[in-house]
């Protein structure tokens, strides 16, 4: 079985400032990881992915990710965050085989403040 | 335009109330799943399916009942809703293969049951 952590459950930070979102992860078997922005009323859009090779990932809006295979972490890093970056951010891992599922860390709300 | 739909967008009803939220995508896509989102708890996969007629239980799959007659639809089904299924509800879909992260998310469905 899977589980995601996300320990922060919100992260106030004013702008124009770096911001590390945190995310640590179990499983047995191999993964693919996942973070995902949900801003106010909307539904989930993919940040970035990580499937394998270099470990430091990019993805939209400036955003990026480091998988580290021996501290099961993906962290999700912006080294300057701007008002529009408000939102929720969710880890996710899925098995790289076997059954299919997506399964969601609990959220971390990131408040950048004016 | 490729979109995952939702209906209804808001929802009350009352306890013992039987309902239907339809979920339907126009990417062929095989695998639809359902999620609840609760504060503090994140995303939580209720039921999901691999293709047409198979369907699997996620991880709170308790009151719900799914159905997967064609590729492109997947209602939720509350036969006798109870007030802690009060929740917001997303229905979403991805393609078969599972290293995309392409999971496509509904807008969500707004339940509250008194």
């Known amino acids: 079985a899977q589980s995601v952590t996300q320990l922060d459950s919100q992260v106030p930070v004013f702008e124009e400032a770096p911001v590390e979102l945190r995310c640590n992860y179990s499983s047995s078997v191999s993964v693919y990881l996942f973070w995902y922005v949900q801003y106010p009323n909307q539904g989930l859009q993919l940040l970035l992915k990580?499937?394998?090779?270099?470990?430091l990932v990019k993805g939209i809006n400036g955003f990026e990710a480091e998988f580290n295979k021996s501290q099961t972490s993906f962290h999700l890093r912006k080294p300057s965050v701007h008002i529009s970056d408000t939102a929720e951010y969710f880890c996710a891992v899925t098995p790289s085989s076997g059954t299919y599922k997506y399964i969601f860390g609990t959220g971390t709300r990131l408040k950048v403040l004016a | 335009e490729a979109q995952v739909t939702q209906n209804p967008r808001y929802l009350i009803t009352v306890t013992g109330k039987k309902l239907t939220v339809t979920c339907s995508q126009n990417?062929?896509?095989?695998?639809m799943s359902w999620y609840r989102q609760d504060p503090g708890l994140g995303l939580r996969q209720i039921y999901y399916?691999?293709?047409?007629?198979?369907?699997d239980k996620g991880d709170v799959p308790e009151g719900y009942k799914v159905s997967r007659k064609e590729k492109r639809n997947f209602p939720l089904i509350l036969e006798s809703p109870s007030p802690n299924q009060t929740s917001l509800y997303f229905c979403?879909?991805?393609?078969?293969?599972?290293?995309?992260?392409?999971?496509?998310f509904g807008p969500g469905t707004r339940l509250t049951v008194l």
């Open positions: 979403a879909s991805s393609p078969r293969s599972r290293g995309s992260g392409r999971v496509f």
């Open positions: 990580y499937l394998s090779g270099s470990t």
């Open positions: 990417m062929n896509h095989e695998y």
């Open positions: 399916s691999m293709n047409v007629e198979v369907t």
